[in-house]
Nanobody, 124 residues
Framework: QVQLVESGGGLVQAGGSLRLSCAASGHTFNAYTMGWFRQAPGKEREFVAASIWSGGNTYYADSVKGRFTLSRDNAKNTVYLQMNSLKPEDTAVYYC?????????????????WGQGTQVTVSS
């Protein structure tokens, strides 16, 4: 059973930074595509970033490109999301997700394992 546990959320002022962590267990970490999604109140869960297990490519949503950086430490079975220049519209619950394929990394339905989420609130 794959388990994902996020941490690092909190309250930050606009322009500030946060780093989210997602610790994974129960699977061969470096064989899984790892993604970050977020969901604001009243909105659908949306893609933020993903690291593809094969080839090492990383993809970002246009809304976070240049501000957010996804990295993974396969030795620690952990994936990170460094978030800089945060904006109030980044406020959401952030979820870590995993899937063993590599396709459809940009859609929530492409993932079969999810963490519990961590709240990120950016004040103006």
């Amino acid at each position: 059973q794959v388990q994902l546990v996020e941490s690092g959320g909190g309250l930050v002022q606009a322009g500030g930074s946060l780093r989210l962590s997602c610790a994974a267990s129960g699977h061969t970490f470096n064989a899984y595509t790892m993604g970050w999604f977020r969901q604001a109140p009243g909105k659908e869960r949306e893609f933020v970033a993903a690291s593809i297990w094969s080839g090492g490519n990383t993809y970002y949503a246009d809304s976070v490109k240049g501000r957010f950086t996804l990295s993974r430490d396969n030795a620690k079975n952990t994936v990170y999301l460094q978030m800089n220049s945060l904006k109030p519209e980044d406020t959401a619950v952030y979820y870590c997700a995993a899937q063993p394929w590599g396709s459809h990394y940009y859609t929530a339905s492409g993932y079969n394992y999810w963490g519990q989420g961590t709240q990120v609130t950016v004040s103006s």
